[in-house]
């Protein structure tokens, strides 16, 4: 947070300010289609509707092959 920024901006995620009053969240999909482009991941625009529309602020979104040891990761 730089001096110009108002008091009321929490942090940064990139250049996208994030006020202090909303909750942070993350997508996870799993799926190798996903990940090789055979589906398009039509579920985490949805869940990011709708948290967005609760007050929740989605800040990633993170796609993961079926793979045992990705997941562990991820």
Known sequence: MNANE???WAGV???EKIEDDMTPAEIITIG???MTGQIIN???RYIAEI???KGIRVLFQTSVGDDQE????A
Request: net charge neutral; hydrophobic share 35%.
């Open 13 to 15: 995620c990139g250049r």
């Open 51 to 53: 948290l967005t529309e």
């Open 32 to 34: 190798t289609e996903i």
């Open 70 to 73: 990705a997941l562990k990761s």
């Open 42 to 44: 039509a579920n985490a």
């Open 6 to 8: 108002p008091a009321h």
